[in-house]
């Protein structure tokens, strides 16, 4: 059974009345960010009930040490953990004496919490009764600012309703917090000074072992309906938190509300013996600005974020619920102003998986940051994975690889590979393949031919090296093998000739081939400083070619299938309808051992491949493999329902493809995986648009053009989003009669509909 309890709205994720139980899933679900940092949506005030407290600073880490049961040579000695921060959101709140805790009140009515995706702001109110029988209501709005992104701001109001009351206020900073994975219980942070300047306040610390110095920091003011007031303060403090409470009367019926400023600055950006000089100029210009103006910023940041990536579904609110949300969730994730910076499979939402990047960026993400912002934000993420090239290297001489071949991590904050399963970790290479197809997928998409020779091919040699090293001669077979891996399906471990792996090696070896003769013909000074630096020789790649051309490829004759890896058709050939329900998820309710041996797909392994690399198949080899593979697949990957949805719609079965969307779109909202509280799943969000862009929209890049086969589930009325290709603007709306074509910046732009030239022209 799904939860469902947010209410269906095609702007906002909306919660009403109290439950104790859903506190912690709405705290993912309605978590904020603008790119720098990200805070779940705890409560502002006290909540002694369960709840999972969460800060997050872009780019901040710990390097926490590798607990295992059994050391391997090459095991990575740390998996990087994002750190949960120092808190500044908090305000103790005070009534009569007595503390605002909804866990603890007699009564709570008229509860709500909003997320309103298009301005990018949370809103909650409820009443409460308190134990000393006073009746309060509040009202809070806190958001986090695109336009300052080191800046968050909060209104918070209490109006007593029954009596005249006396209200205290203790606005703090805290910097004792912990994480909620941690290997060893270890220190992250260390408090170096809790000071205070008049109504500001700073918390300094640094992390351990990685030194990132932070300045956390708060200022408040005060008005009762709407009146600004000064309050004397009382200042509390300890080793690691400081507070200012300010108290006032308050009659029955007024307003008494503090509009608190915090947020932090960093090592990252400020020099370190300055950041609180930096932290007190923020301050002073959030202040000059005030709430409301700084709100009204808020709200004209993400009315230009929605202008361009909005997606439109007519006559279907919660589709159109979920793709709102993925797409709000991925804008405030990344926004691509740093090249430092990448998108973590839960964003700011939670811990789990360090906060770190996975391949999924490079599958995944760029599309969707590359068609709806510009190709300086995909190419940001491209330089990312430039920048770690040298650490890609070091990656791959620790298991013995050599002459400058690379093997990317599978999970980093910094380039080094920090992953703590060693099936994972060794064998999961096929990631290697998906920062080369990026970069395919980057020049195909966006025309620019200059990534390639300025950075690309440093990239796609390293790689190229690494594949010929890591293929094996089979004198049984004749053939080139790749034995020990692990595909996208990680309910296979240690199998040989996963398809997928095999045939993405094979196509960046050719790939490193055509891009290495293009590079040296077309821009020769780059040539000349890349072979300089890579020493690449004729006679290596005529061991490319070679590799590539023999590479060996599992395939049934019976099936007219290729096989995931060898040995598939030995195992127990049962399909997911032929499992029990009560025995899902099955990674939840089986040993590992009986994963390993059952058939059963986590996600699309050999269907990946061919959604990679569709034009290379025709569309009867899709279906047959569709048709072989899906039932055997359970789904219980983030990222395999967007794969399925785009290839079932380009099958044109419809109702399947809506059914693939529906799941992608509200895989969090209505917590398939029974997860959410953990965080989001903030990388399979890119999914969900791809599968109405490329799924429903049917839109590819066809020599330089885009093309679209654009069908309708029969659910929508109709749907409409917008693409920037190539710095034109192109608007496109499907009904079930028709699609059309709007340009809306550029003169004219060739396209293919169905296979048919159309030329659209500036409306």
């Not at 077309?522 to 051309?549: C, H, Q």
Request: hydrophobic residues 35%; proline residues 3%; charged residues 25%.
């Amino acid at each position: 059974m799904h939860t469902n309890y947010i209410i269906p709205n095609p702007w906002s994720i909306i919660e009403e009345g109290w439950n104790p139980v859903h506190v912690k899933a709405s705290e993912s679900l309605m978590a904020l960010g603008n790119g720098a940092m990200g805070q779940r949506a705890n409560f502002e005030e006290t909540y002694s009930g369960k709840t999972f407290q969460g800060s997050y600073i872009g780019g901040v880490y710990y390097p926490d040490k590798t607990r295992v049961g059994w050391w391997k040579n090459g095991y990575p000695e740390y998996f990087a953990k994002v750190l949960n921060a120092p808190s500044w959101i908090g305000i103790n709140v005070c009534v009569n004496g007595e503390n605002l805790d909804l866990a603890t009140c007699k009564e709570v009515k008229n509860f709500k919490r909003e997320l309103n995706m298009r301005e990018g702001i949370l809103y909650r109110s409820f009443t409460a009764r308190l134990q000393n029988d006073i009746e309060i209501e509040v009202h809070s709005t806190r958001f986090l600012s695109l336009a300052m992104d080191e800046v968050g701001a909060i209104h918070y109001t209490v109006k007593p309703i029954n009596k005249d009351v006396s209200i205290q206020y203790e606005p703090y900073l805290n910097s004792s917090i912990t994480n909620e994975d941690s290997n060893w219980d270890d220190t992250f942070w260390n408090t170096l000074e809790v000071s205070d300047e008049e109504e500001m306040a700073f918390i300094s610390t640094h992390t351990m072992k990685t030194e990132f110095y932070v300045c956390a920091f708060m200022a408040a003011s005060f008005e009762i309906d709407g009146r600004e007031i000064s309050l004397s303060r009382k200042r509390i403090e300890n080793k690691t938190y400081i507070g200012h409470i300010y108290e006032t009367d308050v009659r029955a019926g007024e307003h008494f509300t503090i509009s608190k400023i915090g947020g932090y600055v960093t090592s990252l950006n400020h020099k370190t013996d300055e950041l609180k000089k930096a932290a007190v100029n923020v301050l002073s210009k959030a202040k000059q600005l005030g709430f409301d103006r700084m709100k009204q910023l808020q709200k004209n940041a993400w009315a230009g974020i929605w202008e361009m990536s909005d997606i439109t579904i007519e006559g279907d609110v919660k589709a159109q619920q979920g793709i709102r949300f993925n797409i709000f969730h991925l804008n405030q994730t990344y926004t691509g102003s740093d090249s430092r910076l990448n998108i973590g499979p839960k964003g700011f939402t939670g811990e789990k998986y360090g906060g770190s990047t996975y391949w999924d960026t490079e599958a995944y993400c760029i599309p969707f940051y590359m068609a709806t912002k510009d190709q300086l934000v995909a190419r940001q993420l491209l330089k990312y994975r430039y920048d770690q090239l040298d650490k890609a290297i070091e990656n791959a001489e620790k298991l013995g690889f050599k002459n400058g071949a690379a093997l990317y991590p599978m999970v980093t904050m910094n380039g080094e590979e920090c992953h703590n399963e060693w099936e994972i970790t060794f064998e999961e290479i096929h990631r290697n393949g998906s920062m080369v197809y990026a970069i395919f997928n980057y020049e195909r998409f966006t025309g620019d031919k200059t990534y390639i020779p300025e950075m690309g091919l440093e990239v796609i040699i390293a790689v190229a090296r690494f594949w010929e090293q890591r293929a094996t001669y089979s004198t049984a077979k004749d053939k080139y093998v790749i034995l020990g891996v692990t595909g996208p399906n990680e309910y296979e471990n240690n199998v040989n000739n996963n398809w997928f792996t095999n045939y993405l090696a094979k196509w960046c070896l050719e790939y490193a081939i055509e891009k290495v003769a293009y590079t040296k013909e077309s821009f020769k000074e780059d040539w000349s400083r890349i072979i300089n630096k890579t020493n690449l020789s004729d006679k290596e790649m005529v061991s490319w070619k070679n590799t590539a051309s023999n590479m060996y490829f599992p395939f049934s004759e019976k099936h007219d299938v290729f096989l995931q890896q060898d040995g598939f058709l030995d195992k127990e050939l049962l399909t997911v309808a032929q499992l029990p329900k009560s025995e899902r998820p099955i990674n939840q309710k089986w040993s590992w051992d009986r994963i390993l041996r059952s058939p059963y797909i986590k996600q699309a392994d050999t269907l990946q491949g061919f959604y990679f690399f569709e034009d290379h198949f025709s569309l009867k080899e899709l279906e047959k493999h569709f048709d072989f593979y899906e039932p055997f697949t359970v789904h219980e990957s983030s990222l395999s329902p967007c794969v399925h949805a785009i290839q079932a719609a380009r099958l044109n079965r419809m109702n399947q493809a809506y059914a693939f969307y529906l799941r992608t779109s509200r895989l969090d909202l209505d917590d398939y995986n029974k997860e959410v509280e953990e965080g989001l799943h903030i990388t399979s969000m890119a999914g969900t648009w791809q599968s109405v862009v490329e799924g429903f929209g049917g839109m590819r890049v066809q020599d330089e053009v885009l093309s679209f086969t654009p069908k309708i589930p029969q659910a929508w009325k109709s749907y409409s989003f917008k693409i920037n290709f190539r710095g034109q603007i192109l608007k496109v709306n499907v009904t079930k009669e028709a699609a059309d074509f709007t340009l809306t910046n550029g003169e004219k732009l060739t396209i293919l509909l169905n296979g048919e030239k159309r030329l659209i022209s500036a409306s």
